[in-house]
């Protein structure tokens, strides 16, 4: 049973950076696009930035310049690096990967932005 695991979530100042992480497990299959995503109380879940195998990525209007997607094949694991931090960017922050068994999802890691 493939199983995704964020961590690496957590309280950051404006300004400040975090680092997540995901590590994919259980997958017969290699790992196609993979991507972070994210919630806000009361919003609806948005696309953060996501990559494919080969590397190619795309963020969002939000993310860009500030978010850095990654990823390490080898190890079925995909890094969200972000810095300069705002309120706004605070959100439960969801995993997301696609194998031809179907996409799956990370149970979230919760990042607070907050002085």
């Known amino acids: 049973q493939v199983q995704l695991v964020e961590s690496g979530g957590g309280l950051a100042q404006p300004g400040g950076s975090l680092r997540l992480s995901c590590v994919a497990s259980g997958s017969e299959f290699s790992i196609g696009v993979m991507g972070w995503y994210r919630q806000a109380p009361g919003k609806e879940r948005e696309l953060v930035a996501h990559?494919?195998?080969?590397?190619?990525?795309k963020y969002s209007d939000s993310a860009k310049g500030r978010f850095t997607i990654s990823r390490d094949n080898a190890k079925n694991t995909v890094y969200l690096q972000m810095t300069s931090l705002e309120f706004e960017d605070t959100a439960v922050y969801y995993c997301?990967?696609?194998?031809?068994?179907?996409?799956?999802w990370g149970p979230g890691t919760q990042v607070t932005v907050s002085s």
């Open positions: 990559i494919t195998r080969g590397g190619s990525t």
């Open positions: 997301n990967a696609l194998i031809p068994a179907g996409m799956y």
